[in-house]
């Protein structure tokens, strides 16, 4: 039943980014004339995408604390990384259009790279350190221009329940643009993939949105800080049954 699942979430993922060229297609003609519709548009297609998806794995998402993300002003989203499904995760239950930086693999994927560019994802190449800055940089500014923007602090999936080293990197994104930060809890993501060989499995996921952390008053020693407080908001949310 797995090989089945799995070979029809393939089948979907493909087949449906070919589906839906028109709708590419005419968001890339509402982003080149500034369309104010634009991003509800773009994240509207790319929620019914994901949510298919979601359906098809057989995902169960239990959410808390939506009204923790803060309604007048742009946020950099910090949760943790447990597997390929966090992304779909991130794209459907945060209530609101928001890029993510990615790694740079993904702007190889035809369709996809199109779609993640429209939605202002940012690709960051961790082989090239003058290329990654300039990631970085990027994703600063859409930040200071009023996007939100969902980075993984760990940089990397944990293909399990525990989790790697905050890296400061992402945080310090949040505090130049002066930002709120917005941990976010993944409990249960590998579970669909990463613990079945990459094979598809049914899986009950907790996505746990925490309270924002204000970034533009903090000092010095809270902007180094904050990499391990947020760890440690996320891990005690995680604990809690």
């Known amino acids: 039943m797995a090989l089945v699942r799995t070979i029809v979430w393939f089948c979907y993922f493909f087949g449906a980014l070919i589906a839906f060229l028109p709708a590419m297609f005419r968001a890339k003609k509402m982003r080149l004339a500034n369309d104010p519709n634009a991003s ?4 509207k297609c790319v929620e019914m995408w994901a949510g298919t998806l979601m359906k098809i794995a057989g995902v169960t998402v239990t959410v808390e604390g939506r009204e923790n993300i803060p309604k007048d002003t742009a946020v950099m989203f910090t949760p943790n990384h447990q597997g390929n499904y ?9 209530d609101r259009p928001h890029g993510l930086v990615a790694k740079a693999e993904t702007k190889k994927i035809p369709f996809v790279n199109t779609w993640m560019t429209l ?3 940012v690709f960051l190449d961790r082989s090239n350190p003058r290329k990654a800055m300039e990631a970085m940089r990027d994703a600063e500014s859409l930040l200071e221009h009023g996007e939100s923007m969902v ?3 760990e940089g990397t999936r944990s293909r399990g329940d525990h989790m790697n080293e905050f890296k400061s990197g992402a945080f310090k994104m949040a ?11 993944i409990d249960g993501s590998y ?3 990463e613990a079945n060989g990459g094979l598809m499995k049914p899986a009950d996921i907790r996505l746990i ?3 924002p952390i204000e970034t533009a008053s903090l000092d010095r020693a809270g902007q180094r800080a904050l990499p391990e407080l947020v760890a440690q908001q996320i891990a005690k949310a995680k604990a809690k049954a």
């Open 209 to 211: 949105i925490l309270p």
């Open 40 to 43: 509800k548009y773009i994240q």
């Open 175 to 185: 505090c130049k643009a002066k930002v709120p930060v917005v941990p976010v809890a």
């Open 119 to 121: 939605l202002n994802c």
């Open 191 to 193: 579970r669909v993939m």
């Open 151 to 153: 980075v993984f602090p």
């Open 86 to 94: 966090d992304i779909p995760l991130m794209l459907l239950y945060l």
